[in-house]
């Protein structure tokens, strides 16, 4: 649980701007080549920039967050669903694994 006092949400928001302003700049660079011409040179300066950031953020991140065991569903496995239905009372297993 250390892990979550460490976690900056500043931080990790800023990384997620960065993800999408990367994605939006290839996105210009891919319509660029779909209309035959070569991007503009200050997009992939740019993206060279974002890329050197985003692995400086990176480096320093924690990202905690909890998820519901519905939303883990692909590493639990439905059967772990199924035998924590079988095995807790309804009460306990609504609060526990529904939440």
């Known amino acids: 649980m250390r892990y979550e006092k460490e976690c900056d949400p500043e931080l990790i928001a800023a990384i997620h701007g960065i993800i999408y302003e990367i994605w939006r700049i290839k ?3 891919k319509e660029s080549y779909q ?3 070569n991007p503009p040179a200050y997009l ?3 993206l060279k920039s974002l890329y050197k950031s985003l692995a400086e953020f990176r ?3 924690v990202y ?3 998820f519901s065991s519905i939303e883990n569903l692909l590493v ?3 059967n772990y669903i199924k035998d924590q ?3 807790l ?3 306990v297993f609504q609060t526990s694994i529904l939440w």
């Open 27 to 29: 996105d210009k660079i």
């Open 35 to 37: 209309k035959g011409n």
């Open 44 to 46: 992939r300066t740019r």
């Open 59 to 61: 480096s320093v991140a």
């Open 64 to 66: 905690y967050k909890e």
């Open 76 to 78: 639990l496995g439905e």
């Open 85 to 87: 239905k079988r095995n």
């Open 89 to 91: 009372p309804p009460l």
